[in-house]
């Protein structure tokens, strides 16, 4: 299969994802495909020295090990009636080798990915907090305007009155 084929399939998956509820998928910036947002796009792999040669298979790997595993999972399923058990104990084990694997402090990637996108929750989360309170202060000015004002219509109604 083409390496381009194979990265459209990648991004495109990633974009359905977006979609699903998923833990750890990145949205933000919503303006970069999502290849480029997880920093598996073509450039950004240049940019760290890797050979293109083995960009693309990376690419074929991500393809052939997500689909193949994610058919075999199914092929196992079709045989039990106990699928639940047998889905969770395969994707367990499958996490841990892959940790095992990884050797990085026990931490997938994706732990590391899911810790950026909170601390870029907080923020938005603080702003949020932020324009909350300046908008509370902006709602108190109203208020204490609109309650002078109406001591001011107040007072020249009767002014207004007294002149009759």
Known sequence: MSPKVLETWINETLTDAEHLDIPGVILKPEHKNPISRYGIDRISFSAQGIPTETVDRVYRALFVYSVGFYELIK???EHTNKKY???TNIWKVFAILLEYCCRTDYRMLIAEISKENKSELDKLD???QAKFQEQ???EKVLKENQE???KVNEELE???INER
Do not use: F, G, P, Q
């Open 75 to 77: 092929r196992c399923l």
């Open 85 to 87: 058990t047998i889905i």
């Open 126 to 128: 603080s702003d949020y």
């Open 136 to 138: 509370a202060a902006n």
């Open 148 to 150: 002078m004002l109406v």
């Open 158 to 160: 009767r002014e207004r």
